[in-house]
Structures are given as C-alpha cells and as structure tokens.
C-alpha cells in the first residue's frame, strides 16, 4: 500500500466519495458472528467511509492507512458523529505484524479491507492476517462499485470522454473491482488457507455533477490535480456532455469477498 491521497485530494475523498448501506455491514457481522466484544481493523480506511458504520456494530475499530491527511479527516469526521470506539494508526498492510504484536493474546474479528486491495499485495496479506483472527472471524475484501469512468451508463461514458481530453491519454483503469481482481482475491484466498464467499449489494442513488466531479479528482494523485480554474472548466465540460443535467443515477454494486480461514 502506498500514500498519495494527500492535501486536497484527501479532502475529495472525504467529501465525495460513497459510504456503504447497512446491507454490507449486516453481510459482514452475519458472516463473522461480529458483536460488541470483538475488535475490527479496517485497512487502508481512507476517511473513514467503512470504519465509521462498522464502530456501531463492534467494540472497536482501528482505520490503517498510510496517509496521515486520510487520517485526520477520519479522525474529524469521528468526532463529528460523537464515534468514540475508533481509532486511528498511521500505517500500511506491511505493519500487520507489529500490529499482531501490539494486541498480544488479544485477537480480532474481521479485518476489512474496503477498495484499497489494488495497492496491496493480497498473497502477503492474507498469510500475515490470519494469526490475529479469532476462531469464527475472517478477512473482508470490499469494492463500492466500478470506477465512476468505468461503469456501463452513457453518463459514465460521457464523463470517461471528459477525462481522457483532460489528461490526454486513454483512461482504462478499473482499480481491480472487475472479474479479474475479484478472480486474483480468490486465488489468493485459497492459496493462503481461506475458504472465498461471495457476495454483492445492488442499489441505485443519485449522483450529482459536483460529486461525480470530485470522486475524479479523489483518485488524482495531488501533482496531476488540475489548477483551479482547470477543474472549474472540467466541472463545466462535464456538465455540457451531460446535456445539463445536475444529477444521474448510479447502479452501484458492492461485491463483498469473504475469507474464512480453513
């Protein structure tokens, strides 16, 4: 895993990016019998989008994530919903040993890891992550929909086209939430001793020009942001490729990758 979501970007990130509906906190707490006296690690937690709704359903999280603006923007938004259980550590999937050794005899019940396992390698994750299971928990790989380039609506194809004219360059990314990312979770599941379940969560929201504008600079790197006036002149070109319109609606499927150790 590795930073990059600082400054602004962090701030779009917070702003823009979609929670999760209960359905996957329900899918997560039925499949690792999680309750108040279990512990979570949500890994690469971002602002907090998974780690805040999973405080309400055990008796503490940790947010992972090795960018400290992420992290304190989590930490705000913590405050501001009066979240007390949650915590926040500055680090990466690498520092899950020292994390084991930090908790001793003490174990947890789930470690999620929601639309960040595209920067992690998944064959060391899940080796390092079983010795802080307890019996019954398990590892939760999430992805909260496809990119909002890469979805198969003609607003997502006219924002792609909008995209590709501002960085010159085609835009082909899927952050790993296709077949094919979910295929190497399975692989690396099985190969580390986990038995896979699957499970999605379907649902249509709206989604405004203004959000669908800064969930792209959300996955910017902070030097490819463009200045000011440049975004303002995406947000219009946006805009006109839409025909106006201020809100689309967005078929979001969240697929849920369960592993169980065997």
Do not use: K
Request: net charge negative.
């Amino acid at each position: 895993m590795t930073a990059g979501f600082s400054g602004e970007v962090a701030t779009y990130y917070a702003r823009h990016r979609r929670g999760y509906p209960p359905e996957v906190l329900d899918a997560l707490v039925g499949a690792f019998g999680l309750g108040d006296g279990d512990r979570a690690v949500d890994l690469g937690c971002g602002t907090g989008q998974l780690s805040l709704p999973l405080a309400a359903r055990v008796g503490a999280v940790v947010g992972v994530d090795p960018e400290p603006d992420m992290l304190a923007l989590a930490r705000r938004s913590a405050l501001d919903a009066g979240v007390t259980n949650a915590g926040w550590l500055l680090g990466s999937d690498g520092d899950l040993p020292t994390l084991g050794r930090l908790l001793g005899e003490e174990t947890v019940g789930a470690l999620t890891v929601a639309v960040a396992i595209h920067f992690i390698d998944r064959d060391t994750l899940f080796r390092s992550a079983r010795p802080l299971l307890r019996p019954g928990g398990g590892v939760a790989v999430i992805t909260n929909g496809a990119p909002l380039w890469a979805q198969d609506a003609e607003w997502s194809r006219a924002l792609r086209r909008c995209l590709e004219r501002l960085l010159g360059q085609p835009v082909t990314a899927t952050c790993q939430t296709d077949e094919a990312g979910r295929r190497r979770t399975r692989d690396a599941f099985v190969a580390a001793g986990y038995r896979c379940v699957e499970s999605s969560v379907r649902y249509d929201a709206p989604l405004t020009v203004d959000d669908m504008v800064g969930g792209v600079f959300s996955a910017m790197s902070p030097d490819r942001l463009p200045s000011p006036q440049g975004r303002t002149e995406f947000a219009a070109e946006v805009r006109a490729a839409l025909g106006g319109q201020e809100t689309v609606t967005e078929r979001v499927r969240v697929w849920l990758q369960l592993g169980l150790p065997a």
